[in-house]
């Protein structure tokens, strides 16, 4: 193997997690001693794509190009990699196979389409839409406009998924758009969720419980979409727990589509039995090869996939990793935080931030659980500072 192959810090993933671990990385080594894969040439800031889709903001607002975002002094190959061999310490990639001494992977999630039938042929058309696609956002935007009464739908699958409260925050606009437009009393507006409740904290789920009744919204829980047919308008669910099914008729139908672990990352030994990247949850090391670490939405961290949980996670990783190189005990400790800002409207906001045991653990000192146009500003204009400026440049 050629000295070029030998690389020493390679981070698997130039997404909110790769890059917001190289440029933290970056300010302890000398140039080339960090290598990041990404073959993507723009990077989203995705927690924007709620809002382009209630037409709130460009989709242009979420792009950077790759480049501009690539830390000084990092290495990028624009290449997937492929496969792993841990006890080798090497990986493949496109163009052969490559040696590190320390691995970090954070590839992201897979958004599996295919896994509903029927969905790859009529999303973006038939008023099938999805905020999860950049190609797909800006129709969310325009079945908003065009729609005149019906029944409205909005899915939430049985896997994890990135930013769980997503499916729910755009229902919330689009029941607030429509009433806006004196259209409320002929739409009926729907989540079908294969969960078990509106969400997994009681305090923010009881907020959620009020607001959804308040503003007349219907609920169906254990409802998983596996089929729909955009040119008949008719959706199918299987009811969670039974061997039933039942199709539901829509007018509009904004779907989450189930979500894994990338193939490359469950056909690899750093996967547990689910397909996750095996790490501890708390030093964020992977449970079987000690050079190698995880964060963000492909590890098995039981919690909320969000960019403000990678946000917690990214300096705990970089103190374990640092001591780990110097054979020094690790004390980095990730107690789970994630944060979720679930727009309930044009102008209002529920922020919901938790860490692994459900406990509240909010930032400001006033009830997150209650609307406020404060916090609803926060998520429009402060975050996207903060994500651009501080996570991407390793400050924040």
């Given at each position: 193997?050629?000295?070029?192959?030998?690389?020493?810090?390679?981070?698997?993933?130039?997404?909110?997690?790769?890059?917001?671990?190289?440029?933290?990385?970056?300010?302890?080594?000398?140039?080339?001693?960090?290598?990041?894969?990404?073959?993507?040439?723009?990077?989203?800031?995705?927690?924007?794509?709620?809002?382009?889709?209630?037409?709130?903001?460009?989709?242009?607002?979420?792009?950077?190009?790759?480049?501009?975002?690539?830390?000084?002094?990092?290495?990028?190959?624009?290449?997937?990699?492929?496969?792993?061999?841990?006890?080798?310490?090497?990986?493949?990639?496109?163009?052969?196979?490559?040696?590190?001494?320390?691995?970090?992977?954070?590839?992201?999630?897979?958004?599996n389409w295919n896994a509903i039938s029927g969905l790859p042929e009529?999303?973006?058309?038939?008023?099938?839409?999805?905020?999860?696609?950049?190609?797909?956002?800006?129709?969310?935007?325009?079945?908003?406009?065009?729609?005149?009464?019906?029944?409205?739908?909005?899915?939430?699958?049985?896997?994890?998924?990135?930013?769980?409260?997503?499916?729910?925050?755009?229902?919330?606009?689009?029941?607030?758009?429509?009433?806006?437009?004196?259209?409320?009393?002929?739409?009926?507006?729907?989540?079908?969720?294969?969960?078990?409740?509106?969400?997994?904290?009681?305090?923010?789920?009881?907020?959620?419980?009020?607001?959804?009744?308040?503003?007349?919204?219907?609920?169906?829980?254990?409802?998983?979409?596996?089929?729909?047919?955009?040119?008949?308008?008719?959706?199918?669910?299987?009811?969670?727990?039974?061997?039933?099914?039942?199709?539901?008729?829509?007018?509009?139908?904004?779907?989450?589509?189930?979500?894994?672990?990338?193939?490359?990352?469950?056909?690899?030994?750093?996967?547990?039995?689910?397909?996750?990247?095996?790490?501890?949850?708390?030093?964020?090391?992977?449970?079987?090869?000690?050079?190698?670490?995880?964060?963000?939405?492909?590890?098995?961290?039981?919690?909320?996939?969000?960019?403000?949980?990678?946000?917690?996670?990214?300096?705990?990783?970089?103190?374990?990793?640092?001591?780990?190189?110097?054979?020094?005990?690790?004390?980095?400790?990730?107690?789970?935080?994630?944060?979720?800002?679930?727009?309930?409207?044009?102008?209002?906001?529920?922020?919901?931030?938790?860490?692994?045991?459900?406990?509240?653990?909010?930032?400001?000192?006033?009830?997150?659980?209650?609307?406020?146009?404060?916090?609803?500003?926060?998520?429009?204009?402060?975050?996207?500072?903060?994500?651009?400026?501080?996570?991407?440049?390793?400050?924040?």
């Open positions: 193997m050629n000295e070029s192959r030998q690389l020493n810090i390679v981070i698997v993933g130039g997404g909110t997690a790769g890059i917001a671990v190289a440029a933290r990385l970056a300010k302890h080594f000398p140039s080339n001693e960090i290598t990041i894969f990404e073959p993507a040439e723009i990077h989203y800031y995705q927690p924007l794509w709620t809002l382009v889709g209630a037409g709130i903001c460009p989709l242009e607002e979420s792009a950077r190009p790759m480049a501009e975002l690539i830390p000084a002094g990092v290495r990028w190959i624009r290449e997937k990699v492929t496969a792993f061999q841990p006890a080798q310490n090497t990986l493949s990639s496109e163009s052969g196979s490559w040696n590190y001494q320390w691995l970090i992977v954070c590839p992201g999630i897979q958004v009529t999303l973006g058309k038939n008023g099938v839409c999805s905020n999860y696609s950049e190609h797909h956002v800006n129709y969310t935007w325009e079945q908003f406009q065009a729609f005149k009464g019906g029944r409205a739908l909005f899915t939430f699958p049985k896997t994890p998924v990135k930013c769980a409260g997503a499916p729910q925050k755009i229902m919330y606009l689009f029941e607030d758009y429509v009433r806006r437009q004196g259209l409320r009393n002929s739409a009926e507006v729907h989540f079908m969720s294969a969960g078990e409740a509106i969400f997994g904290v009681p305090k923010y789920k009881k907020a959620l419980s009020e607001l959804i009744e308040r503003r007349g919204i219907q609920t169906s829980f254990k409802r998983n979409l596996i089929a729909i047919d955009g040119s008949q308008k008719v959706a199918t669910f299987e009811i969670l727990g039974t061997n039933q099914t039942v199709d539901e008729k829509f007018d509009f139908i904004h779907v989450c589509p189930p979500m894994s672990a990338p193939q490359f990352i469950k056909d690899s030994p750093l996967a547990n039995t689910d397909g996750w990247i095996d790490v501890n949850k708390h030093s964020l090391q992977h449970n079987k090869f000690a050079n190698i670490f995880a964060l963000g939405d492909a590890s098995s961290l039981p919690t909320s996939r969000t960019g403000a949980a990678i946000r917690k996670q990214a300096p705990v990783l970089v103190e374990n990793l640092l001591a780990a190189i110097n054979k020094r005990s690790m004390l980095g400790h990730y107690n789970g935080y994630s944060s979720c800002p679930i727009v309930t409207g044009y102008g209002s906001l529920i922020l919901a931030e938790f860490d692994y045991d459900g406990t509240p653990t909010e930032t400001f000192p006033f009830d997150q659980s209650k609307e406020r146009w404060s916090l609803y500003m926060l998520k429009r204009h402060v975050l996207p500072v903060m994500y651009w400026q501080g996570m991407m440049k390793g400050r924040a």
